[in-house]
């Protein structure tokens, strides 16, 4: 047992997409949250995808910057620049996200199934934008 938790946690510290993933389920969390309550309350899925997504950016500084790409967070001057990075590549996946739940909700696909898309799509773009972009 405590050899299965060593390499648990080996894999924990070695790999940053571990950690990233952590870190998106847990934004997608608060994300997902709004959405659906924004949906149920009848507003439109593109807007409630938006507003879903800006909650997560917020959360998602948080845990990235904290426990994903630990030593990598600069200071000062530095540090702004590099938030200002974490907010594009937040731009670029509320981009990637409200154009795909918008043209997949306009062919007739559930908002649910179409944030789901979206959620897979914009994960693989923004961890790249940050893992050789924001944080390298």
Do not use: P
């Not at 938030?83 to 981009?95: H, K, M, P, T």
């Not at 961890?127 to 924001?134: H, I, L, P, T």
């Amino acid at each position: 047992m405590e050899r299965a938790l060593s390499s648990a946690l080996d894999l924990w510290h070695r790999f940053t997409i571990t950690r990233y993933l952590v870190a998106s389920i847990v934004a997608l969390a608060f994300d997902v949250a709004i959405f659906s309550s924004a949906v149920a309350l009848h507003m439109e899925a593109a807007y409630a995808s938006a507003i879903g997504y800006c909650a997560g950016i917020v959360i998602h500084w948080m845990v990235s910057a904290n426990f994903v790409f630990t030593g990598k967070t600069r200071e000062g001057a530095a540090l702004q620049w590099q938030r200002v990075l974490f907010a594009g590549s937040a731009l670029l996946g509320l981009g990637i996200t409200v154009a795909t739940v918008f043209l997949l909700t306009e062919i007739g696909i559930h908002a649910v199934a179409a944030k789901g898309a979206a959620v897979a799509i914009s994960f693989v773009a923004v961890y790249a934008a940050r893992k050789w972009g924001v944080f390298r």
